[in-house]
């Protein structure tokens, strides 16, 4: 080793017990009064800090001494302390000089020690030697080191095709938007693979200074999950395509349908149900479903029809529910226009117009375009809210409302009305049940009639009591269960909002009174801002 550390000894003299001050070399460390009170303390003596500080400044960096007792001790022979690490992997010996006629320290004596410590694995015999040969006091040695434990790292899965759902379509130079070329679904041959697993990787094992195995931690081994259409390969690491079709993946779980084609969806199909995709080359016409466990693409328009997708609805000429039409999606929503219709999506929603409709997103709603304009009935969205016009000239009222997940604010607010509706009819039950009751209790005889009335007030009313309690509990129950922290979403118009249009972030609203051109609305603590694109 090079420098040594300041370090100290016990000296006797005829008047009593000194301690003996080395100063460290020029890249030593300084000397530690916590360190020296420990040591002499072992020995039943104390020290005087401000004497040993005083004595050290005097010294001008020689060696010096200071009296710590008038007694005389006898000698003390060379002397270590052994530390080791919480994990038990590094035994630390730290060591001290005999006093001026004590005997010196023994490599045996360590050797022993660690020995009857325990201490079997890792032992550095060239460290220990290394003190003994040029002896650095005060300074610490790691005499014993276990093996590490060498972490391994979980298996994950690669998927060969696009998983992300939230490509948005492609504008147009001329201000349309190409609702014909999306290219949201991934292809897929037989035989292809879909899926490669890359096995975990489990570690290896540790030992500690007491020979003792340590385990890496546990690692996660993920498996294929996907449906019909799909085989694993003979070694389990690749996910294969058994058909020609196309390839999504949702909720964690692989799945190659192949699709369900018809020119209209009218009385020559009737409802039309399919475990996979379903392409219409024309209309959906008014009152009639169509339901997907993948894709639905509709290349002319839906009219007042119900529509439910676990991937894409993808209209090319748009939607006109009529007040009837439904559009639910597992995914996103991309519709030429929206008007007069529900639409629900677990993804965004994208349209050159939305009118006069109710339209949830779980992402974003952005309407652009020659168009772009949302104009009458609500639009929720968890993100933002985009458009180049919102409301319209003649102040059509148009709620906006972003930064809370709409579906959880619609059950949350169905749940409530059920348990006030029981309320309710609770409270209609009530005072006539008190009236049969108080006659009863007074003796007066009541008619047959009016004592099954009494009787079925009662159940009524037993039932209701346990509905209210049991619809507040499972209100309770959900609102702790769902995530309802707020995220910093926001209204950007690009033209113009006009008065009539309300906007709600998270739970702060406005209404404008006046046009808001090229603006951003975000929110300020409990306002809602108005600032500039």
């Given at each position: 080793m090079g420098g040594y550390n300041a370090y100290f000894r016990l000296l006797n003299k005829d008047d009593g017990?000194?301690?003996?001050?080395?100063?460290?070399?020029?890249?030593?460390?300084?000397?530690?009064?916590?360190?020296?009170?420990?040591?002499?303390?072992?020995?039943?003596?104390l020290v005087d800090k401000v004497a040993v500080a005083k004595a050290i400044q005097g010294s001008n960096g020689e060696r010096c001494t200071v009296k710590i007792d008038s007694r005389t001790g006898r000698e003390y022979a060379g002397s270590y302390i052994l530390d080791v690490s919480d994990d038990k992997m590094t035994c630390t010996a730290r060591f001290y000089?005999?006093?001026?006629?004590?005997?010196?320290?023994?490599?045996?004596?360590?050797?022993?020690?660690?020995?009857?410590?325990?201490?079997?694995?890792?032992?550095?015999?060239?460290?220990?030697?290394?003190?003994?040969?040029?002896?650095?006091?005060?300074?610490?040695?790691?005499?014993?080191?276990?093996?590490?434990?060498?972490?391994?790292?979980?298996?994950?899965?690669?998927?060969?095709?696009?998983?992300?759902?939230?490509?948005?379509?492609?504008?147009?130079?001329?201000?349309?938007?190409?609702?014909?070329?999306?290219?949201?679904?991934?292809?897929?041959?037989?035989?292809?693979?879909?899926?490669?697993?890359?096995?975990?990787?489990?570690?290896?094992?540790?030992?500690?200074?007491?020979?003792?195995?340590?385990?890496?931690?546990?690692?996660?081994?993920?498996?294929?999950?996907?449906?019909?259409?799909?085989?694993?390969?003979?070694?389990?690491?690749?996910?294969?395509?058994?058909?020609?079709?196309?390839?999504?993946?949702?909720?964690?779980?692989?799945?190659?349908?192949?699709?369900?084609?018809?020119?209209?969806?009218?009385?020559?199909?009737?409802?039309?149900?399919?475990?996979?995709?379903?392409?219409?080359?024309?209309?959906?016409?008014?009152?009639?479903?169509?339901?997907?466990?993948?894709?639905?693409?509709?290349?002319?328009?839906?009219?007042?029809?119900?529509?439910?997708?676990?991937?894409?609805?993808?209209?090319?000429?748009?939607?006109?529910?009529?007040?009837?039409?439904?559009?639910?999606?597992?995914?996103n929503i991309v519709s030429k226009f929206i008007e007069n219709s529900s639409a629900q999506a677990d993804g965004y929603v994208h349209a050159e117009a939305i009118l006069h409709s109710d339209v949830i997103s779980k992402s974003d709603v952005v309407v652009t375009g020659k168009k772009g304009f949302i104009t009458g009935g609500c639009v929720r969205a968890l993100g933002n809210v985009e458009a180049k016009i919102i409301g319209s000239t003649m102040g059509v009222d148009t709620d906006i409302q972003v930064g809370a997940d709409p579906t959880i604010k619609l059950k949350a607010a169905s749940m409530q009305q059920q348990i006030a509706e029981n309320n309710k009819k609770l409270d209609q039950i009530k005072p006539v049940l008190?009236?049969?009751?108080?006659?009863?209790?007074?003796?007066?005889?009541?008619?047959?009639?009016?004592?099954?009335?009494?009787?079925?007030?009662?159940?009524?009313y037993k039932n209701l009591t346990d509905e209210i309690n049991k619809g507040m509990d499972e209100y309770d129950k959900y609102m702790s269960s769902v995530d309802i922290s707020e995220t910093e979403s926001v209204v950007k118009v690009s033209d113009c909002a006009y008065p009539g249009t309300k906007i709600t972030i998270s739970e702060v609203n406005m209404q404008l009174k006046a046009p808001a051109q090229h603006a951003r609305f975000v929110k300020d603590g409990a306002d809602i801002r108005i600032k500039a694109l």
């Open positions: 017990t000194y301690l003996e001050l080395i100063p460290p070399s020029e890249d030593g460390k300084a000397l530690s009064f916590d360190e020296l009170q420990t040591y002499v303390q072992r020995h039943g003596f000089p005999p006093s001026e006629g004590g005997a010196e320290l023994e490599k045996d004596e360590v050797i022993k020690d660690l020995k009857f410590k325990k201490v079997s694995f890792g032992i550095k015999n060239d460290v220990i030697d290394s003190f003994f040969k040029d002896k650095h006091y005060c300074t610490d040695y790691v005499i014993a080191q276990g093996k590490p434990v060498r972490q391994g790292s979980d298996g994950v899965i690669e998927y060969m095709f696009n998983t992300n759902p939230n490509l948005k379509p492609k504008l147009n130079d001329d201000g349309t938007v190409d609702f014909f070329n999306l290219d949201l679904i991934s292809p897929c041959k037989e035989g292809q693979v879909v899926a490669k697993l890359v096995p975990a990787d489990h570690g290896d094992e540790g030992v500690d200074i007491y020979g003792a195995y340590v385990s890496p931690r546990d690692v996660e081994e993920p498996k294929f999950s996907f449906g019909r259409n799909l085989k694993i390969s003979e070694n389990g690491l690749e996910l294969i395509s058994e058909i020609n079709g196309n390839v999504m993946l949702v909720d964690s779980k692989v799945f190659v349908s192949n699709v369900y084609e018809v020119n209209d969806v009218d009385t020559s199909t009737g409802n039309i149900e399919y475990d996979g995709d379903i392409h219409v080359a024309g209309n959906v016409n008014a009152g009639f479903s169509v339901s997907a466990t993948g894709n639905i693409e509709v290349k002319g328009v839906v009219e007042g029809a119900y529509v439910k997708a676990g991937g894409d609805i993808i209209i090319a000429r748009g939607m006109n529910g009529m007040g009837k039409g439904k559009l639910i999606s597992g995914r008190v009236t049969l009751t108080m006659r009863m209790k007074k003796g007066d005889k009541l008619t047959p009639d009016q004592l099954r009335t009494i009787r079925q007030l009662s159940e009524d």
